[in-house]
């Protein structure tokens, strides 16, 4: 399993990958591995405000269906289209070809509130 | 946590393992769609030695099974099982099991998470008949090898003739040099065995690897409960603390034919002749949801034209069908095949349609 240290990370095992004030999200392996087969990835709409902590899609494995929470606050700029059909890629690639949301970061302190590599790894005991 | 003699198997391998019923189990190896398609293709073999097994042994046995479950245990004979439920007076479902006639004695398999009721329900039940009750739980090992090559991979692996057991009976006899019942019995809708055998460790590694080993030409893998539950949706079977339990009687969850309420007295029967001669108010129906991306889970809403009809009782995306399939206890009136009915999914009312069960033909 791995875990890139250039990422941020939620205890509800999304990750954040902030490009300026753009951050890209998506979930961990740790999370893609817990949920097994994942058949659809649920977005929210293109521009659409969410706040840190808020739920801003699910995601349906075949086990169980999960929410998917917002890492910070912003406007949600892109959504990864290709996982209307590829979801699958959220369990191949969690942290290139499933990338779900590209966020317009509204606060970058919120940043600071995150885990980084360490923390996260320590929270999952891996 | 309990765990089963293939605890350590499981883990080797790589299992995610999760609680189920009291137990420390493998919910999945690969994935589930991948060892559920694997079932359906050729062989999968699954641990359930979380299943529960009691024993009645006596003058009374036949008298006390036939007393507590639903279905008619004098029909059965030497080297036959059936399917039966048992229920409480008021008709709801204390458990669904399997009862095995062997000879000398009945064989309950029950519920890993009901074991320690179900046990008490059927002791509390003896009254003056002359009967030993024993549970035999965590004495007995269960594989269940399943799938249309579950056949070729255990006949080499035993003398016994397999391929003469007709479904729902057994044999006694020996697989990798280990005596137990192969029963032609399973939850996946598919040909399939399960094996009941001595618990301890060495005699579980045993027949695992020699299993293992013979399926190894049909790709067998091992499965877990996750494709486990998957399998037995397709086909429309109950799980119980899903689709049936206290507040559920079989009549209503489509069990009517393991429910002969002609076959003389038995718990619960007043109650459901009382139903039958009423009309059920509500059925256990199957359904397809019409549109993609869209599955339905335990717990959801089930509308029409706005009305709440009922809940979702089981509902998965079938990896067979690709679409999202459920169960779910709808009223009479409405549950009629291709009858439109919508699925609440979170904030989303979605369409559906009541299907005949299975959802997959065999």
Not at chain 1, 37 to 62: R, Y
Not at chain 2, 116 to 129: P, Q
Not at chain 2, 207 to 218: I, L, R, T, Y
Not at chain 2, 325 to 353: D, F, L
Request: contains cysteine; charged residues 25%; aromatic residues 8%.
């Amino acid at each position: 399993m791995t875990f890139p240290d250039n990422l941020k990370y939620t205890k509800d095992h999304e990750w954040i990958r902030v490009e300026g004030d753009i951050g890209i999200i998506g979930i961990t392996d740790y999370a893609q591995s817990e949920l097994g087969d994942i058949v659809f990835v649920e977005l929210p709409v293109k521009g659409k405000h969410v706040k840190q902590g808020e739920s801003f899609g699910t995601i349906e494995a075949v086990k169980a269906v999960s929410e998917l929470y917002a890492p910070v606050s912003g406007e949600v700029i892109e959504l990864h289209a290709e996982l209307e059909h590829q979801s699958e890629l959220v369990n191949k690639e969690p942290y290139d070809g499933g990338w779900m949301i590209k966020i317009k970061l509204k606060d970058k302190q919120e940043l600071s509130g995150l885990l980084d590599v360490k923390g996260y790894r320590e929270l999952i005991g891996k | 946590m309990k765990r089963t003699a293939f605890y350590s198997i499981h883990q080797h391998l790589g299992a995610k393992i999760v609680e189920f019923g009291g137990f420390e189990m493998p919910v999945l190896y690969t994935g589930i769609v991948d060892e559920h398609k694997t079932v359906r293709a050729t062989v999968g073999m699954f641990d359930v030695s979380h299943m529960g097994e009691f024993e009645v042994r006596g003058r009374d046995a036949q008298a006390l099974v036939q007393k507590i479950t639903t279905n008619d245990v004098t029909k059965l004979g030497r080297g036959k099982a059936q399917y039966s439920s048992m229920c409480y007076p008021d008709g709801g479902i204390i458990d669904d099991l399997l009862v095995y006639d062997v000879g000398d004695r009945y064989m309950l398999v029950v519920n890993a998470s009901n074991i320690a009721k179900d046990f008490e329900w059927v002791t509390s039940n003896i009254g003056s008949l002359d009967v030993e009750l024993t549970d035999k739980s965590d004495t007995i090992s269960l594989l269940a090898v399943q799938g249309p090559k579950s056949l070729e991979t255990l006949q080499k692996v035993t003398a016994s003739v397999l391929s003469s057991i007709p479904y729902y009976s057994f044999i006694e006899t020996s697989v990798a040099g280990i005596p137990m019942i192969v029963s032609r019995t399973g939850y996946t809708g598919e040909l399939g065995f399960e094996l009941y055998f001595d618990s301890s460790l060495s005699t579980a590694e045993k027949v695992w690897n020699a299993v293992m080993e013979s399926g190894k030409e049909f790709h067998i893998k091992p499965v877990g409960l996750g494709a486990r539950d998957t399998l037995r949706l397709e086909m429309g079977f109950c799980l119980y603390g899903n689709d049936i339990d206290r507040t559920t009687n079989p009549l209503e969850a489509g069990l009517g034919w393991i429910t002969k309420l002609d076959k003389g007295e038995f718990i619960g029967r007043e109650s459901l002749v009382n139903v039958r001669q009423a009309g059920v108010k509500r059925k256990l129906v199957g359904f397809v949801i019409d549109e993609p991306k869209a599955f339905p889970r335990h717990g959801y809403e089930i509308r029409s034209n706005g009305h709440l009809l009922g809940h979702v009782t089981s509902g998965t995306v079938s990896p067979i069908l690709e679409k999202g399939i459920g169960m779910g206890y709808v009223a009479s009136e409405v549950a009629q095949v291709q009858s439109p009915i919508n699925i609440i999914i979170r904030t989303k009312e979605v369409k559906a349609q009541i299907v005949k069960l299975p959802f997959i033909k065999k």
